[in-house]
């Protein structure tokens, strides 16, 4: 399984980005997919999730009404629209799947991206 992850880059608070990961190496159809950020000095931490056989999600509180997380099955893609950034949403951005149901652990993730970095400027 590989995981590449791309779209992050350098945004002003307020500002919206998406990021995007781009699966291969077997079929998703039984995985779920997630998002992770870390910050420096900070724990890895959850920030959504998707299945991909239908594409039910859940969020971290911090994001949610903000973050959209989506699937493109025909692509094997995932995406993460962030709208109305601000300083606090400053990490590294992971995606990582998983086969079976969604989970907000990342331990429980065995295949993880390379990241990409999102800094937001005030």
């Known amino acids: 399984v590989q995981l590449v992850e791309s779209g992050g880059g350098l945004v002003q608070a307020g500002d919206s980005l998406t990021l995007s990961c781009a699966a291969s190496g077997r079929s998703f159809s039984t995985y779920a997919l997630a998002w992770f950020r870390q910050a420096p000095g900070k724990k890895r931490e959850f920030v959504a999730a998707?299945?991909?056989?239908?594409?039910?999600?859940n969020y971290a509180t911090s994001v949610k009404g903000r973050f959209t997380i989506s699937l493109d099955n025909a692509k094997n893609t995932a995406y993460l629209q962030m709208n109305g950034l601000n300083q606090e949403d400053t990490a590294k951005y992971y995606c990582a799947t998983k086969e079976g149901v969604r989970q907000t652990d990342p331990m429980m993730y065995p295949y993880w991206g390379q990241g990409t970095q999102v800094t937001v400027s005030s």
């Open positions: 998707c299945t991909w056989v239908n594409s039910n999600t």
